[in-house]
């Protein structure tokens, strides 16, 4: 199984984010992934970053009449390995802990991107913290930022979020993943290159949504089962109204025909569907599945006990 973990698991609201808050959300994430090793899942990890990235943007751009910026690009790699060594040691300890020793790492994976994606023009991916409506007016003003407001939340930059169309290390993250070894991959959904003839790869400002990216992977690897970890237990209906109804199972035909009524929150709950039905309409397995749970909840999800299945129309 494919592994999507939110950023958010690991700097949730409310804290400052710093990094002892992270390593301890981490340990805590971990949890129910280590459930999953012991129930004998091979899984293969990808870890989102918006909080994480924004802020190294924020460090970037508060140092920059001091020290040499770096790109989004060399951003997402930054987070890739930061993180990935925080989830990793984490992962190890408490594997450990249950008397499992076993080796958890991280690749850095670029992911191509097409030039011409639309997702350039029209910036859609939140990253970053939230802001008042001032502050954002401001980042707007000064830095050329674009900004969207995130119902009672406050405001938030959004960047392109280009679709991923090829992970670019598959063949040794396959490799490793055929071995047995417990592999963290596409964190962030990847560092986006573009291929420029007479050239060759190279960097582009974007972020790409780590769900599309794990729906791909999962895909590369022929994983059977892709589960996108989020902050709520359910997907919902009606999300955050009186009328509001989770939802246990949803097919493909259900879920397009909610999102077509606006159901799914774009930034949100729309990536991980879109995620979902992509893997299950690509997937060659007969039995493929995809489980959206809260990353505490994922465990007892697995057994039927919270969640949301999507799942084929039945023929």
Known sequence: ???????NAICKAGMAGNIPEQFSCTREAVIPLADMVEQGHRILLVHGNGPQVGNILRRVEIASR?????DLGLCVA???AGMGYMIS????????????????????????VDHDDPAFTNPTKPIGPYFSAEEAKAHA?????????VPDRGWRRVVPSPKPRQVRELQLIRK???????VIAAGGGGIPVVDTPGFGYEGVEAVIDKDLTAAVLALGVDADLLAILTEVPNVCLDFGKPSEKPLSRLTISEAKRYSGEGQFPAGSMAPKIEAGIFFLEQ??????????ASTGGVSEAMTGDGGTWLVRDAD
């Not at 199984?1 to 950023?7: F, H, R, T």
């Not at 984490?90 to 992911?111: A, D, F, K, P, Y």
């Open 141 to 149: 003003h000064n830095d050329g930022w674009s900004m969207v407001e």
């Open 283 to 292: 997937s060659a397995h007969a039995d493929a599945r995809v489980l959206i």
């Open 66 to 70: 001091d020290v040499y910026p770096i």
């Open 1 to 7: 199984m494919v592994i999507a973990l939110g950023g």
């Open 176 to 182: 490793l993943f055929d071995e047995d070894f417990l």
């Open 89 to 112: 040691q984490c992962m190890m300890n408490e594997l450990r802990r249950r008397g499992c020793e076993q080796l958890v790492s991280t690749i850095i994976t670029s992911v191509l």
């Open 78 to 80: 930054d987070t890739q």
